[in-house]
């Protein structure tokens, strides 16, 4: 069965970091480009961040670039956010999503991605 499981979210203060983990299982992800989304309450999903295959090439969003980072470990079938200088708003549901592409070309976008996870809590505040 394919799945990704999200782990690592929580509470956090501003200017906090936080690392989010994505472990794949029935999949092997050394062949996809893997991402990072974002929703919070009321709004709608929003692409965080991509990293391709080979993790040779990285998007970020505007409202997180210089403070987050993704990163991939193929040999663990794991992708990974590591979140810095954090904001309240950044207070949300953090997925993590698997494109059958090898790509991570331009905005992230929601609906180019194939296979999510179910999700991890961050919150934000003092």
């Known amino acids: 069965q394919l799945q990704l499981v999200e782990s690592g979210g929580g509470l956090v203060q501003p200017g906090g970091s936080l690392r989010l983990s994505c472990v794949a299982s029935?999949?092997?992800?050394?062949?996809?480009?893997l991402g990072w989304f974002r929703q919070a309450p009321g709004k709608e999903r929003e692409g965080v961040s991509c990293?391709?295959?080979?993790?040779?090439?990285?998007n970020y969003a505007e409202f997180v670039k210089g403070r987050f980072t993704i990163s991939r470990d193929n040999a663990k079938n794991t992708v990974y956010l590591q979140m810095s200088n954090m904001k309240p708003e950044d207070t949300a549901v953090y997925y993590c999503?698997?494109?059958?592409?090898?790509?991570?070309?331009?905005?992230?976008?929601?609906?180019?991605?194939?296979?999510w996870g179910q999700g991890t809590q961050v919150t934000v505040s003092s």
């Open positions: 999503a698997l494109r059958f592409s090898t790509l991570c070309e331009g905005e992230v976008m929601p609906g180019e991605f194939d296979l």
């Open positions: 990293i391709s295959s080979s993790g040779g090439t990285t």
């Open positions: 029935g999949v092997t992800l050394d062949y996809y480009a």
